[in-house]
């Protein structure tokens, strides 16, 4: 990890910048590059335009994560709810994001649970039989495991619940051994929870690591399960290496899905949509846009002047 990224995350972690930020006006163009919207209604209107313009999906996340306190707790269970019901509303996918450290899992699992539970019932509903899902994020590895076993237990309800595996693990790959034989989504990353114990040496092994999980997520098995493959990355030769494999191992362009965050290379997201491929976009809202937003100027220096820009407006 390079200083400046590191640089990043530690401000992304500061609670007294985090409150300074969001004293500032809501909508600096920081903000406004990598978050979708301030609230349920702006993020649906991005979603809708998105969808419209370009053919391109939406995941809806509710912005905040980390949290103990039982009503912020509560009031993020609600607004993944309320972001469920309107996608749904509007006719768009239902596909929703959260974070297991956002709905309770910093107070106890089975409150965390209990509520993925309530999204996820309330997301199946509101779809009404069109496409639905609830995809769990994966954080730090202190909850790594109990992410894995919540996907299990709700998919094993019969709910629509879809993982992320981060590819800089190693032990991914016999996550995803099981993953792939289930009626689930599995969103495929490199990963931005660094852990050197746990995870692949350098940017190259790591890379390599991806495709390798990525050949898994493509295999014939996977296809016969059902399985939706989703490739979480901005990376334009790991994307090209996909499309090779898929192409080799007959998977249909729309049989699986790349999925980038909202604001980052939507060059290459309308490039990959001209080429027939199915795009989402990981589209936040809402007012605690900084830590989010920080991370991502963390990933490439050349967003530092958008930082520049969004503090010199003030
Ligand atoms: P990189 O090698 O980092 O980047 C590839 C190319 O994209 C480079 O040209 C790079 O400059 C460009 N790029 C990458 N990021 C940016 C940026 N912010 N601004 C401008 N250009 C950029 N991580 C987790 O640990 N857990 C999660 O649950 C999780 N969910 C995610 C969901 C989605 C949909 C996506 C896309 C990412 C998610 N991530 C998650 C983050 C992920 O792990 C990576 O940190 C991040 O996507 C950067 O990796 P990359 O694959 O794009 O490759």
């Known amino acids: 990890m390079s200083l400046f990224q590191k640089t990043a995350i530690t401000l992304a972690r500061s609670p007294g910048i985090g ?25 649906v209107r991005t979603a809708v335009r ?32 309320e972001a469920a019901t309107a996608l749904g509303q509007a006719g768009l996918d239902v596909h929703v994001s959260i974070d297991p450290t956002a709905i309770g899992y910093m107070r106890d699992d089975a409150l965390g649970a209990g509520n ?27 909850i790594r495991d109990r992410t894995c076993a919540l996907h299990r237990t709700l998919l094993a309800a019969g709910l629509p619940i879809g993982l992320t595996l981060q ?32 995870d692949h040496p350098g940017r ?22 059902g399985f939706l493959p989703v490739f979480g990355t901005h990376d334009d030769r790991l994307a090209g290496a996909i499309m090779a494999l898929a192409r080799e191992r007959g998977w249909a362009p729309d049989a699986f899905e ?35 937003a920080i991370r991502r100027v963390g990933e490439n220096p050349r967003n530092a002047w958008l930082l520049a820009r969004s503090l010199a407006s003030q």
């Open 167 to 198: 590819a800089r693990r190693r032990r991914t790959p016999e996550d995803l051994a099981w993953a792939i034989g289930q009626r689930t989504s599995l969103r495929l990353v490199k990963g931005a929870f660094p852990e050197r114990a746990l």
């Open 50 to 81: 998105l969808r419209e313009a370009h053919g391109i999906r939406a995941s809806l996340f509710y912005l905040g994560e980390y949290v103990a306190d039982p009503a912020a707790i509560e009031h993020n269970v609600g607004q993944a709810i």
């Open 258 to 292: 790349f999925e980038m965050l909202y604001g980052v290379r939507p060059d290459w997201q309308l490039a990959l949509r001209r080429l027939g491929y199915n795009v989402r976009v990981y589209l936040p809202f809402g007012a605690d846009w900084w830590p989010y």
């Open 116 to 142: 993925a539970r309530r999204i996820a019932d309330r997301a199946r509903q509101a779809a009404g039989g069109g496409r639905d899902w609830v995809v769990l994020d994966m954080e730090d590895s202190a």
């Open 204 to 225: 190259a092994a790591i890379d390599h690591a991806y495709l390798d999980s990525a050949s898994i997520m493509l295999s014939p098995a996977a296809r016969a399960a």
């Open 19 to 43: 409150r300074a930020m969001r004293g500032l006006a809501a909508r600096t163009s920081l903000a406004r590059r990598f978050v979708g919207g301030a609230d349920i209604d702006q993020a």
